[in-house]
Antibody
């Protein structure tokens, strides 16, 4: 049973860069795609972006200019960087595993979530 | 741009059946997946593909699709089913992953 454990700074000042890491335990790392999703307080889920096993990325167009997702296959980890943070980026950030077999695509395992607050 | 539309809230008497819908053009090319989220917890996958349940998800949860509308049905709703439910699908537009706005299910 795959488990995802995530960590990173929970309090940032405006203009700083968010950095989160997600470690994958108990399952295969290569051969899958991995994603980051966020949820502002009291609101719905927003997809941030994903990375596949070879390092190719897709990003939400609304965040693309500020997002970088990367892989560390030696550690079975992947990371999120989101630059120029503002209060609007305050949210719980989740990592998840992607299963993509057209015409189905879904997220079958999730991290525990990290609350990130942006405040001066 | 593409989007997925869900009703904001529905209620269901204990033991009765409720269906939640999700509308969007992306559903003509991709199956929806459905996630249950309880307060303070990460989302949990409950339905994926044509009508598949991950291990551990009760069989009272089922899914279907017709045209551009996907549905999640809870047959015999239990108190523990009270939660927010989100639909999700891939898309062929410049934003390849879509989420619906979520439906809050209240079990009366």
């Amino acid at each position: 049973q795959v488990q995802l454990q995530q960590w990173g700074a929970g309090l940032l000042k405006p203009s700083e860069t968010l950095s989160l890491t997600c470690a994958v335990y108990g399952g295969s790392f290569s051969g899958y795609s991995w994603t980051w999703i966020r949820q502002p307080p009291g609101k719905g889920l927003e997809w941030i972006g994903e990375i596949n096993h070879s390092g190719s990325t897709n990003y939400n167009p609304s965040l693309k200019s500020r997002v970088t997702i990367s892989l560390d296959t030696s550690r079975n980890q992947f990371s999120l960087k989101l630059s120029s943070m503002t209060a609007a980026d305050t949210a719980v950030y989740y990592c998840a595993r992607v299963i993509l077999q057209r015409p189905k695509g879904y997220f079958d395992s999730w991290g525990q979530g990290t609350l990130v607050t942006v405040s001066s | 741009s593409s989007e997925l539309t869900q009703d904001p809230a529905v209620s269901v008497p204990l033991g009765q059946t409720v269906s939640i819908t999700c509308q969007g053009d992306s559903l003509r090319g991709y199956y929806a997946s459905w996630y249950q989220q309880k307060p303070g917890q990460a989302p949990v996958l409950v339905i994926y593909g044509k009508n598949n349940r991950p291990s551990g998800i009760p069989d009272r949860f089922s899914g279907s699709t017709s045209g551009n509308t996907a549905s999640l049905t809870i047959t015999g709703a239990q108190a523990e089913d009270e939660a927010d439910y989100y639909c999700n699908s891939r898309d062929s537009s410049d934003n390849p992953v879509l989420f619906g706005g979520g439906t809050k299910v209240t079990v009366l």
